[in-house]
């Protein structure tokens, strides 16, 4: 789980990990990110005093400050920010280079990044083009352009 220590974040193994509670409330756990992505879905959390939503692993609301976050669905689709087009990718990537490394925002206002496949070039990826979350084994977010 994740505790806060002296003003760090550190993340524990622990029985409460897996137990019920810990999926459904306290500070976001780094595996149901990935559980959920791998599952086609984004999870983050939401605060439960001023209703913020964020995916960044935190101990207190972004927003608020408030502490009690509770793990919360997150809009699969959005629109494009902002992006650069990575030829040279980490090894685990290397067949889907090249691709865009883009900030998104999720309809809902939450801003994430992830990878764009097969994107050459700008004007394969204008700014505001929609997207939507991929299922994806890999580390990571990858989203695909959709047509709305
Ligand atoms: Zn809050």
């Not at 050459?120 to 352009?145: A, C, N, T, W, Y």
Request: proline share 4%; charged share 25%.
């Amino acid at each position: 789980m994740w505790e806060l220590q002296g003003g760090v974040v550190l993340y524990t193994s622990s029985q409460d990990h897996n137990s019920e509670k810990s999926t459904n409330e306290g500070p976001l756990l780094t595996p149901e990110i990935s559980k959920s992505v791998r599952e086609g879905r984004l999870v983050g959390y939401q605060c439960l005093d001023c209703g913020a939503k964020a995916i960044e692993v935190q101990a207190y609301c972004a927003k608020c400050g408030s502490s009690k976050l509770r793990i919360a669905k997150l809009e699969s689709r959005g629109k494009v920010l902002a992006f650069t087009i990575q030829a040279v990718s980490p090894k685990e990537f290397k067949n889907d280079a090249p691709y865009a490394w883009s900030i998104i925002e999720l309809d809902g206002g939450v801003r994430i990044s992830g990878r764009i496949a097969s994107i050459r070039s700008p004007h394969d990826l204008p700014i505001g083009q929609r997207v939507q979350l991929m299922r994806s084994e890999k580390s990571g977010i990858v989203f695909e352009k959709i047509l709305e």
